[in-house]
């Protein structure tokens, strides 16, 4: 396993090197033409290639610009200038970012919805003079970067991974997994992580129970199924970071050839198992 570090050097198959790209790879699929890093160009003919509209929540239609210096003007602020004009601020040669694009070609409802939820988190703080972040933008922010939807069709396998049950998750019901329960990873730190997988990779899941027809579904339909969910999950009101499950990502089957030996779910530094208060608080 490659160590967790990463090169500026430009990889043309590295929607290859990882399963969890899968879902990229129709939006991103012209890059491994390419022989040196995407410029903005590049990316906004993604875009223009893409078959989903990328908007934001105000009508603006998505498009990547250069990164500038950073702005004391509200609206010229990273966020707020996504949601007022549509400009997202890119810096190129580097994959932080890039994945950030392919985000928005995937997920663009959902990103969509993120940005709106940052945006009125930060006119809020901005408004009321708070300088501390809310629980909605915590939420947004660990989404954004380390989201990931967990889609099942099988409750029992659901219940495992909310009770931290991960080898009986990933190993003990490894067919069943395979057949009820997939991971599409949405936040783009993590997305930039697994060029360079390590143990400790861990996103903040959310949990999508279907039927088992989606799994009959070709992938761009599951996407934009996935799409549509999260961005109907993204308008809670009561959205906090507790909503959001720890899900050891490399635990998936295949996902790392590390997995393929049960011992490998044996470490509890990456397998943690939930914690049991010594003094429980009990409700009135």
């Not at 399963?19 to 129709?26: D, G, H, M, V």
């Not at 410029?39 to 990547?64: H, M, P, V, W, Y």
């Not at 899941?205 to 070709?218: A, C, H, Y």
């Not at 993204?234 to 050891?248: E, F, G, H, I, N």
Request: proline letters at 6%.
């Amino acid at each position: 396993m490659m160590a967790h570090s990463q090169s500026n050097e430009w990889l043309p198959g590295f929607l290859r090197v990882s399963p969890l790209y899968a879902p990229l790879c129709a939006t991103g699929v012209s890059l491994k033409h390419l022989d040196r890093w995407p410029d903005i160009e590049d990316l906004n003919q993604l875009l223009n290639d893409s078959a989903a509209s990328a908007k934001t929540k105000s009508g603006r239609e998505i498009r990547f610009v250069r990164q500038t210096k950073v702005m004391s003007k509200f609206a010229q602020q990273y966020e707020p200038r996504i949601y007022l004009t549509g400009e997202i601020q890119t810096r190129e040669r580097n994959w932080h970012d890039l994945f950030n694009a392919l985000a928005w070609l995937t997920y663009p409802r959902a990103k969509a919805a993120l940005n709106l939820l940052h945006y009125h988190a930060l006119l809020q703080e901005r408004t009321l003079q708070q300088p501390m972040r809310g629980r909605l933008r915590d939420a947004a922010t660990l989404i954004d970067e380390s989201g990931v939807v967990v889609v099942s069709s099988n409750p029992h396998l659901i219940g495992l991974l909310r009770n931290f049950e991960w080898k009986a998750l990933f190993w003990e019901q490894r067919t069943t997994l395979l057949e009820q329960m997939k991971f599409y990873v949405l936040g783009h730190g993590l997305l930039e992580k697994a060029l360079r997988p390590y143990p400790g990779m861990t996103g903040k899941g959310m949990v999508m129970p279907v039927e088992d027809t989606f799994f009959e579904q070709n992938l761009t339909d599951q996407i934009a199924m996935i799409d549509v969910w999260l961005d109907n999950f993204l308008r809670r009101s009561t959205l906090s970071s507790t909503d959001l499950a720890p899900v050891p990502v490399l635990g998936y089957p295949g996902w790392t050839p590390d997995n393929e030996d049960s011992t490998y779910y044996d470490n509890q530094h990456y397998f943690r198992p939930r914690r049991i208060m010594k003094h429980p608080i009990h409700s009135c």
